[in-house]
């Protein structure tokens, strides 16, 4: 029942940010959609407790040690070519260097926003927020830990969506 709710406030959130995009009040509308998708994988999170499919419990549906370790080391080596070049990509775009006919952005204009002025980027947050959220779900199993590595992982979607969407409208200005 609880994930049905969850399902609910999604489609909920989702049919407001809809509205939202229609009256053009996007960035209202940028929250109500990391609402939705937040709301989706906490409904998806409940749906799976106690049991992932009836009779089969999580612990009965587990893979065997080795192969859990083959793929840790299958994510963490996808990682060390994925992470850098988003940082790359990302970088790119941010500076206006990806698209040729861009302009540079100037850091010292006078448009810049508070956070940077105070020397703490959102992005930077995001990060950290992603890193700290990766490690707590990569190494506990249940419990608070776990609860505030989900925690984690989503404010960094939700902040570093933020950023990205400040940033493209700060080079736009």
Request: aromatic share 4%; no cysteine.
């Amino acid at each position: 029942m609880p994930a049905l709710a969850a399902v609910a406030a999604s489609a909920l959130a989702g049919l407001s940010t809809l509205e939202l995009v229609r009256r053009s009040r996007f960035g209202a509308a940028r929250y109500g959609a990391s609402a939705a998708v937040a709301a989706v994988v906490v409904g998806w999170a409940l749906a799976q407790r106690p049991e992932l499919l009836p009779g089969l419990s999580v612990e009965e549906a587990a893979a065997e040690r080795a192969t859990l370790i083959v793929t840790v080391v299958g994510v963490v080596a996808g990682l060390a070519i994925v992470i850098p070049s988003l940082a790359l990509l990302f970088g790119l775009v941010l500076r206006g260097r990806f698209d040729t006919e861009g302009q540079e952005m100037d850091v010292g204009a006078a448009g810049e926003t508070g956070a940077r002025r105070s020397g703490t980027s959102p992005l930077r947050v995001a990060l950290l927020l992603g890193g700290a959220g990766l490690a707590l779900t990569l190494v506990f199993d249940g419990g608070p830990l776990l609860a505030l590595g989900v925690i984690a992982l989503l404010a960094f979607v939700a902040l570093g969506s933020v950023s990205l969407v400040d940033a493209a409208a700060a080079k736009n200005e």
